[in-house]
């Protein structure tokens, strides 16, 4: 099982951290991976980029917490998290998910649900920097309405 959690302001290459996620496979028929990258249409103006803090070690448990959560629900060979803060330009990536199992369905709900968390109920502050301002955002209701049907479906 090969699981990789990091937290950092550096900057993430998707590219390099899927090479290097699938290069550590030996069984897996269906690799996902999900990349958040900041988009310049904000509410009101244009981004210029995000500002991210994290409180730690309380970011990297509930992370944690979560990764636990989706290696104990579907059988996964290998899963990642990379997660930036400090400050984030239009165009540069935020987050990083890749999760793998035999079969697609577990890596794509996998992924789904781990960030679905990282949306939602991970502690992060997350700042919008537009042409007009610096404004704090949190999570969209449509965020927690997608979050909220992970705790449906385990009760089912």
Avoid: C
Wanted: aromatic content about 10%; glycine content about 6%; cysteine-free.
């Amino acid at each position: 099982m090969s699981v990789h959690v990091n937290i950092s302001d550096q900057a993430i290459s998707t590219p390099e951290l899927l090479k290097d996620f699938e290069s550590r496979l030996t069984s897996s028929g269906g690799v996902v991976s999900f990349s958040g990258v900041v988009r310049p249409d904000g509410k009101d103006s244009r981004v210029l980029g995000l500002f991210l803090q994290s409180y730690s070690p309380m970011t990297e448990n509930g992370i944690e917490t979560a990764v636990g959560q989706a290696l104990n629900r579907w059988p996964l060979e290998a899963l990642a998290v990379h997660h930036r803060t400090g400050e984030i330009r239009t165009g540069e990536t935020i987050v990083f998910v890749a999760t793998a199992s035999k079969h697609r369905r577990a890596a794509f709900e996998a992924a789904d649900f781990l960030m679905d968390y990282l949306k939602t109920e991970a502690v992060f502050w997350k700042k919008e920097i537009t042409e007009a301002g610096d404004f704090w955002i949190e999570p969209r209701e449509q965020d927690y309405q997608d979050n909220q049907r992970w705790q449906q479906s385990e009760t089912n």
